[in-house]
């Protein structure tokens, strides 16, 4: 028995190691993995489409980072209400991961988040890389339409230079730096040889992911402030002779953050207003469609990564202008979904006849003139090649989730069964005892004000620290229950100690790895050509620390259990000795 004991403490010990650095080396695959992807359509050979129609107007971008939907009906933005009251106005939903940086990129590729090139986590200027796939600044750039771009830092990095002809980049972000990029905007807003300009203003951001959130004074004087910018923009500009663009990257959480997939994070305003633009207030539309719609405004063909669609109902075109614009996005549709499925299969793959049937029926109807019908079979085109790309995407995604869900069946029961095969008479302690932990980890986690999302990690510097200490603490005081337990029951035997106390750590270990199982089936060790599911990215960028914490906590604390619990005895001992003889003494007669 005694052997047996010793051979399970040191299974325990080996498993809690081996556990400690698989997790530290899942832990960091992962997240250099989420820092190295890159678009799987970066390689893609996708030429882009000849101009679609004359160019409409000049065109001016304000991007207002960190300003959700909800935020600008709540604030008083008096020149953002009164450009929504005389302009064309809409709420824009975005595809999570909502950081900014890949939401930047979207807003000028049309692509979400897995193929725009961007990386799917902000990082710092100097980690950036140019785009590779194409942009509104690439399409303006080959139609020799003069471009400008003035905001912060990183867009120096994410687009090469030779394809912007005005820029201004400010080194940091916030109020000063906002003030230099709308001196540097204004004059530029005076050449009308300019057909794209981009002005990207960073203080709303700012306030709401450090200063206290969306509820706080600070977030509120950063959108008025930026807002006064905004209508002294609005005034400087000819809006018979131009179109501005008001627009956010995303939202945020109450507490300021954002990258999950939150109301306040995935919802933003968008607003357009100017010549070519019927006011009014539309339905909602998708983050994807800005670029394809501002490239039409300035007749260009959409980037050949988009997949969004153009927003026809609010633009002023005939009806040989949609449809040749909508023929145009279907062509780029259908060699976008064939490059696609192409770049994740490894090998070349054919789109389906059937839509280049209905490809060459959109045509053969614009050159006889049915434009209506020639829209209508374009429009038809675009949708099957997106729901072609759809499914190739999920099929390919099914695909490694197959095995990899009986390897994690596998792992969890073998998991199990070392538990479960060295429980003792304690067993029901250490359930309570570990249910106790868990339990006390998630109140702490709710009492802390966080949610289960990406958005609820706030500062990456900050977050493993606070994962670390809550882990701790119910950890702690799992095992001070768990020396309660075995006080309470009197055990003397330190083995027996040790081999339960360390049953203790392993199946609270395994009770924070669950959701570990459930992201490995879903999303696989590490970030590949797709982009992870968000919410069980969220439970492995959570669990893989959580594990280890726990793991390494488990190693060392049965130590001060068991010695806790001898010298407990000790004294128990000593006082039972005592309080016999001082019994005996009381009654001298008795003895024999």
Excluded: C
């Excluded at 099914?398 to 029961?413: E, H, K």
């Amino acid at each position: 028995m005694t052997r047996k004991k010793y051979v399970s403490i040191g299974l325990s010990l080996l498993a809690l190691a081996g556990i400690i650095l698989g997790a530290a080396w899942w832990g960091k695959a992962f997240f250099t993995s989420v820092q190295n992807h890159r678009s799987p359509l970066r390689q893609a050979a996708l030429a882009p489409q000849p101009v679609v129609a004359p160019k409409q107007a000049k065109v001016v971008m304000v991007l207002i980072s960190g300003l959700g939907y909800d935020a600008s009906l709540l604030l008083d933005l008096p020149a953002l209400e009164q450009l929504k009251q005389a302009g064309a106005t809409m709420a824009v939903e975005s595809t999570p991961p909502t950081y900014s940086q890949t939401a930047w990129a979207t807003l000028i590729t049309g692509a979400p988040p897995e193929t725009n090139d961007a990386p799917p986590v902000d990082l710092p200027v100097a980690q950036l890389h140019p785009l590779e796939v194409d942009t509104l600044f690439a399409r303006a750039h080959a139609a020799q339409l003069p471009t400008a771009l003035v905001g912060p830092a990183p867009w120096r990095r994410l687009i090469p230079r030779n394809q912007l002809d005005h820029t201004f980049f400010a080194d940091s972000a916030g109020p000063e730096a906002d003030a230099a990029i709308l001196e540097a905007t204004l004059p530029l807003l005076k050449n009308d040889d300019i057909a794209l300009t981009l002005a990207h203003f960073t203080q709303v951001d700012l306030a709401g992911q450090n200063l206290g959130g969306t509820e706080s004074s600070a977030y509120r004087q950063a959108a008025l402030q930026v807002d006064a910018y905004l209508g002294q923009i609005s005034q400087a500009l000819d809006l018979n002779r131009s179109v501005l663009v008001v627009l956010s990257d995303h939202g945020h959480i109450p507490d300021g953050g954002h990258g999950g997939d939150e109301v306040e994070v995935i919802w933003q305003p968008l607003v357009m207003i100017g010549q070519g633009i019927t006011p009014g207030n539309y339905s909602d539309i998708r983050q994807t469609d800005i670029a394809p719609t501002v490239s039409t405004l300035l007749g260009l063909a959409a980037p050949t990564a988009s997949q969004g669609r153009i927003l026809f109902e609010l633009l002023r075109l005939d009806e040989r202008e949609q449809a040749q614009a909508q023929l145009s996005l279907a062509q780029q549709r259908l060699a976008l979904a064939e490059a696609y499925a192409s770049q994740i299969e490894g090998t070349p793959t054919p789109v389906p006849q059937a839509i280049l049937t209905d490809l060459a029926r959109a045509q053969t109807a614009f050159i006889t003139n049915n434009l209506s019908g020639a829209f209508q079979l374009a429009l038809l085109t675009q949708q099957e090649a997106d729901a072609y790309l759809l499914a190739a995407r999920r099929y390919r995604v099914a695909s490694g989730q197959w095995w990899r869900l009986p390897v994690a069946l596998i792992i969890l029961l073998v998991w199990f069964s070392f538990i479960w095969r060295r429980r003792g008479e304690h067993a029901g302690s250490i359930l309570i005892a570990a249910g106790l932990t868990l339990g006390l980890y998630h109140i702490l986690y709710q009492l802390q004000g966080h949610t289960y999302s990406v958005s609820g990690l706030g500062n990456f510097s900050e977050w493993p620290f606070d994962i670390a200490r809550r882990t701790a603490v119910s950890l702690l005081a799992g095992g001070g229950l768990m020396l309660i337990f075995l006080m309470l029951a009197r055990e003397e035997d330190w083995l027996t100690l040790l081999s339960t106390s360390y049953g203790f750590g392993l199946l609270v270990t395994f009770a924070f790895a669950l959701p570990l199982f459930w992201a490995f089936w879903q999303n696989g060790l590490t970030v590949t050509w797709h982009l992870p599911a968000i919410l069980p990215a969220f439970w492995q960028i959570t669990g893989l620390l959580e594990v280890m914490i726990a793991a390494i906590l488990a190693l060392v604390l049965p130590w001060p259990i068991m010695i806790l619990n001898l010298f407990v005895n000790l004294i128990r001992r000593r006082l039972d000795e005592s309080r016999a003889r001082a019994k005996s003494d009381a009654l001298p007669g008795l003895h024999l």
